[in-house]
Every structure is written in structure tokens, then in C-alpha cells.
């Protein structure tokens, strides 16, 4: 007789197997992590993922955030159905391309409230890794709630990751968290691809000259400080949070608006980083 331990010794190997299975056909994983809420990490997720997807490049988002999954919304393809078959999960599908996975494909309204603790978060991500069929990519998003909690360390422990991407704002406050965040990443040796300082700065729409807001150059000093390379800065943008509501990343609704193009040049770092070099 198999004892319960045993089947589940079994269970988890078995998991892990097959999360090897499926990473490996993905070519680059890249997570976006930050130490606070609301600083913008689901809005860089779904740009990185466009801009990627623009480019050329086979690509997919993990919405890790079990609790505010946003990514569907933003992606306008909230309330979509994914497929299931012999091969797992089908992720839901963008316009653009982009395959998308989320917890929010699972509820019946993005009202409803997920109640879900420690274990039952741990879980039910290792199971989307996985169980979803995201075939060939060339990158993968993974898009976390804020702080170092459950949802973002199984990313990070998980996944063979090529690299984290902060997202701070230049508030000090922000940046403090974002220590704590860049000190778990290096304390388990994954790579940090950088920082980007979001809402930084906000150009006026009539003059056009940038009013920096909460102050400059704070994301480049905590880069410094911190030793890790520095992206860029993306600007407080009314089209920015519009098109994220309307489920339309503003790299594709607006191409040539000043946040596009420096979201287009971090996407040139990251690839002369991560995929350039492989
Ligand atoms: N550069 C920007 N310009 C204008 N609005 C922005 C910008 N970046 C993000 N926003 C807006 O700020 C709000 C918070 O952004 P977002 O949901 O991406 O943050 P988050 O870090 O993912 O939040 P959470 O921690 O809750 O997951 C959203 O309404 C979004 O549209
Ligand atoms: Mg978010």
C-alpha cells in the first residue's frame, strides 16, 4: 500500500516535472515585482508584453496576483473564456497575440472576492505553471502583487527566471519597500534586471515641458545605491491610465506619445540584456 505521504511526494514530483516541461519551451522569463501596490506594475506587465509582442517576439503574461488580477482588463480580454485539452490550460488570446493567464478567467465577476491563504495561493500559481499549455514563447511576462509575500516568492522559486523587474515610484516611502524587494531577489541569486521609475514626472499636455512632481533622480540613486541597472523613467500619463481601463496598452493605442517610446527604449535594454546575449 502507497501511503498518503508517499502519493503526495509523488504528486508534487510529478508537478515539478512538468513545470520543467512547460519553462523550457518558454526562451525568457522575465518577473515584475515592487515592494508597494499601485505603483505600476501591471501597467509596465501588459506594455512590456505589447511592446514585446510588437517586436516580434512569441509572447505570454502570467497575472500572479491572485487577489487584483488586472491583467485581463487591461488587456481587454476580461471575461474571455480559456480553452481546455489534452495538453493543459489554453491560454486566452489578445488581438495582438499576447496568451494570457490569469486567475480573474476564473471568476464570475471581477467584484467577487478571492479568499485564498498562504497554501491555497502557493498552489493554486505552481498549478498554472504547471498546467498551462503556453506552447513556444519567446517571453514570458509575470505580473505580481506588490510586496514579498506568497504570490511573488513561489514566482521567484519556481521559475527559472532570467531576470526581476523593479517598479518603484520616486516617492521615498516606495523606494524603501523596493530595497526590501531588490534584497530578496539577491539574496536568491536571480538576476535583477532593473529598475523602472514609473510616474515620474508628468508632461504637460499643452506645453509639453515635464513637471517633475515628487522630485528627480531618485530612481537612478537607488539604482546606484543598490548596484543594479537602471531602465528608465516612464511620466504620470492621462492616456496612460486611459487606455489601461479601456483594455488597450498604451504602447499600441498610442504609439508615438512620449511614454511609448521610452517604454519601446526599456524594452531595447532588456532585450540587448537578456535576449541578445542568449
Ligand atoms: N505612468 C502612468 N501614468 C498614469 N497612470 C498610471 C501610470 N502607471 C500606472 N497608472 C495607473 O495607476 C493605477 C495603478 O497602476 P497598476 O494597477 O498598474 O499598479 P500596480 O502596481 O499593478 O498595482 P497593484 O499593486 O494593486 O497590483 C492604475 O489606474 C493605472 O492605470
Ligand atoms: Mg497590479
Redesign the pocket.
Known amino acids: 500500500m502507497v501511503s498518503e505521504e508517499e502519493q503526495r511526494k509523488k504528486a508534487v514530483m510529478e508537478q515539478e516535472v512538468e513545470i520543467i516541461k512547460r519553462m523550457s519551451k518558454i526562451k525568457h522569463k522575465i518577473a515584475v515585482m515592487?515592494g508597494k501596490?499601485?505603483?505600476?506594475?501591471?501597467?509596465v506587465s501588459v506594455n512590456l508584453a505589447a511592446a514585446f509582442a510588437k517586436k516580434g517576439y512569441k509572447t505570454g503574461i502570467m497575472d500572479a496576483?491572485v487577489h487584483?488580477p488586472?491583467v485581463p482588463k487591461m488587456l481587454g480580454v476580461e471575461g474571455k473564456n480559456l480553452g481546455y485539452s489534452e495538453d493543459g490550460i489554453t491560454p486566452v488570446e489578445t488581438e495582438e497575440g499576447i496568451k494570457v493567464m490569469s486567475v480573474g478567467f476564473f471568476l464570475s465577476s471581477q467584484d467577487t472576492p478571492v479568499i485564498w491563504r498562504g497554501p491555497a495561493k502557493t498552489g493554486a500559481i505552481k498549478q498554472f505553471f504547471a498546467e498551462v499549455n503556453w506552447g513556444d514563447l519567446d517571453v514570458l511576462i509575470i505580473d505580481n502583487?506588490?510586496g514579498t509575500g506568497d504570490e511573488p516568492l513561489t514566482v521567484l522559486q519556481t521559475v527559472p527566471l532570467d531576470g526581476v523587474v523593479l517598479?518603484t515610484t520616486p516617492q521615498s516611502v516606495v523606494q524603501e519597500d523596493v530595497i526590501k524587494g531588490v534584497n530578496l531577489v539577491k539574496n536568491l541569486n536571480i538576476p535583477i534586471i532593473g529598475v523602472i521609475e514609473?510616474?515620474s514626472g508628468f508632461i504637460c499636455p499643452h506645453c509639453e515641458n515635464e513637471i517633475l512632481i515628487f522630485g528627480k533622480g531618485t530612481g537612478t540613486k537607488l539604482a546606484e545605491e543598490m548596484d543594479i541597472p537602471f531602465l528608465g523613467r516612464?511620466?504620470?500619463?492621462v492616456e496612460?491610465?486611459a487606455s489601461?481601463d479601456s483594455g488597450n496598452p498604451v504602447v499600441i493605442k498610442e504609439p508615438e506619445s512620449e511614454?511609448s517610446v521610452r517604454i519601446s527604449k526599456i524594452v531595447d535594454k532588456i532585450e540587448s540584456q537578456i535576449i541578445s546575449k542568449s
Open positions: 515592487s501596490g499601485g505603483v505600476g506594475k501591471s501597467t496576483d487584483g488586472n502583487p506588490p517598479v514609473n510616474m516612464l511620466p504620470l500619463d496612460t491610465a489601461s511614454i
